[in-house]
């Protein structure tokens, strides 16, 4: 890759994670976790950091909360109602300082937000606010300079510091923005050993590569760009990148892919593609389309203040013409509609869906839980299928032994205690699962000398003076072998992978080995059908594998050998049937699938790509944790909806007391009840929201 391009996509990077919220002001459905209505919440600070603007949060509230004190203690309004008088000369003008600098320092999150949302013609929570704070201010500041009635400043100080804290809480709950992007660039290697004319190898940059460069790769290194094997052969790990879960076996005039890890052979690769065009590239092309196209969705406490300020508007100037047309003075008629407009915007408003975020955000971290987006995390109750990646997903990214077939008058014990014995240099991961079964069994290793890998064959070593070899199909065939062919057939089209052990070049047996399934997983897709959510298995390996691994679980849609641009893809025609689709996986290869989906989930084995690209992080890499997400977001859900209605409960009430519809009778509410029934109002969402339980 290209330093230029290296640069454009951390650029790209950078640039979406600090401008994606900026896109739509609502709770935006947005894969970088900026999942708030923060448009411009941090008061012109839009080019900091997540982490910045939780601190920037945090400080606006607790200089706001230290003002409001004296704020407090200055206000005629709290003072009749305590039935003290501390009033001295000029005390309303230092009142009208102190709310000043709430008003412009703490309120100015909510009165950019609330511009940005009116510019886009979509109001919610940032105008209701700046609508309340805005009268408020506007109102009392004529009250200190002559006009007749009374202020609201206290009533200003403190539904600023509540809406701070809200935000704060709310922000503070969720993980940082996404690093997906650069976490891709990551996983290509720096440097390269270039072959110069004169067959000698130099470290270069990888950016210094260009089409038609030979470079040499070694054993255990990663291929620095896409490219031909032109001199030797390998496996060649590119299980990150396309989800194929064995080693693939590479020969001269073969292709490579940068990223991939060479695991044995020397290779000389030569370059194809650099830059944009690699592989990796596209696949970060596709993540970052696939974020930056994702439908942006309100949440609903957003959808309530779009709702409130409506009604706000309405009921305040209503108000206004109703008292007017009585015969009501107009700075009386102007007092009742302040009232009514500052009480519509309630307090418990800005906590109710803060404080159940998190609570549930804590309580599923003790469920090894992450949640990095809210929205997406929260419509995880509208689900009608899982999309399941393979490798690493429903299976463990290991193989073992399924099956040890001996021949002649070999037993199974013979033939794995070779087998093990012989293989106990080699980290091929298919030596590692038949020496795990070894160790199962119990079986004591034999010592091993002149151990030698056949690249593309198997591996051989002496063991107690016999020659041993474990050997592919391949060779087998090449030498005319005699073995059970129905059995071996059979075995192959379970998708299982088949290695032949000889001893002194006498068949003793074979092993059967394969990505080994989860024990976790066969109960999560039960429970899946009886949620009538349908369990969907898309992989890049290869059909009979994935077939296997479908029976063994009990899946019956199957989608293998696709490809990661495809994965993504798939997920689009899923939804396109109306469905709401989760997509599960733990690779580089699903990071544009979970990007995607309506809800990413990655399990937590897997790479950092697909843990940034996800909304939810599954720590304990449990597919039963899919299950959980879906309840604790329905339970979530449950009790967000019943905060709405303790905090719209408090306007239903409140705001026909405050426009005077019962004056008839004597009873108007006061702005000093106002805010006891506020208070309550808070007090009870702060309580409902504490009894969210797992």
């Not at 199974?412 to 980290?427: C, G, M, P």
């Not at 893809?569 to 989906?597: F, H, S």
Request: with cysteine.
């Amino acid at each position: 890759m290209s330093e230029e391009n290296k640069n454009k996509v951390k650029h790209e990077s950078e640039s979406h994670d600090k401008h994606a919220h900026h896109e739509d002001n609502g709770h935006e459905s947005h894969k970088d976790g900026h999942d708030h209505n923060h448009e411009d919440h941090s008061g012109g600070h839009d080019h900091h950091d997540h982490g910045d603007m939780v601190a920037d949060f945090k400080k606006r509230f607790y200089i706001s909360l230290l003002l409001t004190i004296p704020i407090l203690i200055l206000s005629p309004m709290i003072q009749d109602f305590l039935g003290v008088d501390w009033r001295f000369p000029f005390d309303q003008w230092i009142l009208f300082g102190l709310s000043t600098i709430v008003f412009f320092y703490g309120g100015w999150p909510f009165l950019t937000g609330g511009i940005s949302e009116l510019k886009q013609k979509n109001p919610g929570m940032m105008t209701l606010i700046g609508l309340a704070i805005v009268v408020a201010y506007g109102y009392s500041s004529l009250v200190v300079f002559g006009w007749s009635g009374k202020n609201f400043f206290w009533e200003l100080a403190t539904l600023i510091d509540i809406m701070l804290l809200g935000h704060w809480i709310e922000m503070r709950s969720i993980m940082g923005a996404s690093n997906a992007l650069e976490q891709l660039v990551k996983l290509m290697p720096n440097e390269a050993h270039r072959i110069k004319d004169d067959g000698e190898t130099e470290d270069v940059p990888v950016t210094e590569l260009n089409t038609g460069d030979r470079v040499r790769v070694k054993p255990g290194e990663k291929i620095p760009v896409d490219g031909i094997i032109s001199e030797g052969k390998s496996a060649i790990d590119e299980s990150m990148l396309t989800g194929e879960s064995l080693p693939v076996e590479k020969n001269v005039d073969e292709e490579v892919i940068g990223g991939a890890v060479n695991q044995e052979g020397s290779l000389i690769v030569e370059v194809k593609k650099t830059g944009e065009d690699t592989y990796l590239s596209q696949v970060i092309t596709l993540v970052k389309e696939a974020q930056e196209s994702k439908s942006k969705a309100q949440d609903l406490a957003n959808r309530a203040a779009k709702w409130l300020f409506y009604i706000a508007l309405t009921a305040g100037f209503g108000t206004l013409f109703i008292w007017l047309a009585l015969g009501y003075a107009f700075d009386v008629a102007l007092e009742r509609m302040v009232t009514v407009m500052v009480i519509t915007c309630p307090h418990a408003l800005g906590l109710a869906a803060p404080l159940v975020v998190a609570v549930s955000t804590s309580i599923s971290a003790k469920k090894g839980l992450l949640i990095r987006n809210r929205t997406n995390f929260e419509g995880a109750r509208n689900l009608n299928a899982v999309v399941f990646d393979k490798t690493g997903t429903l299976t463990k990214g290991e193989f073992g032994v399924t099956d040890i077939v001996p021949e002649g008058s070999h037993s199974e014990k013979d033939v794995l205690l070779w087998a093990a014995s012989a293989e106990q240099n080699s980290e091929h991961p298919l030596a590692e699962g038949v020496i795990h079964k070894a160790q199962e069994k119990e079986l004591k290793l034999k010592e091993v000398s002149d151990f030698q890998s056949m690249t593309g064959k198997g591996l051989k070593g002496t063991v107690e003076g016999k020659e041993v070899m474990v050997v592919s199909p391949g060779y087998v065939n090449e030498r005319s072998f005699n073995y059970n062919k129905e059995q071996f057939n059979s075995l192959s089209e379970k998708g299982k992978t088949v290695v032949f052990v000889l001893v002194d070049d006498e068949l003793v047996g074979m092993i059967a080995l394969a990505d080994m399934v989860r024990d976790s997983a066969k109960d999560a897709v039960a429970k899946l059908k009886e949620m009538d959510i349908h369990p969907i298995m898309l992989t890049g390996d290869n059909q009979k594998v994935a077939d296997w691994v479908a029976e063994q679980i009990g899946i019956e849609d199957v989608y293998a050998e696709v490809l990661p641009h495809n994965k993504s893809d798939q997920i689009k025609k899923i939804q396109q049937k109306g469905w709401k689709v989760a997509m599960t996986g733990d690779g580089v290869n699903d990071a544009p699938a979970l990007a995607t989906a309506d809800l990413g989930i990655a399990i937590g084995s897997g790479t950092d790509v697909a843990m940034e690209t996800a909304d939810v992080v599954l720590v304990k890499s449990n597919p039963q944790d899919v299950v959980s997400v879906m309840e604790l977001s329905k339970k979530t859900y449950r009790k967000m909806v019943q905060n709405l209605w303790w905090a719209a409960g408090y306007n239903i009430v409140a705001i026909p007391l405050a426009a005077g519809a019962l004056a008839s009778i004597g009873l108007i509410l006061s702005p000093a009840v106002g805010a006891v029934l506020m208070s309550l109002s808070t007090v009870i969402v702060a309580i409902n929201a504490k009894l969210l339980k797992a």
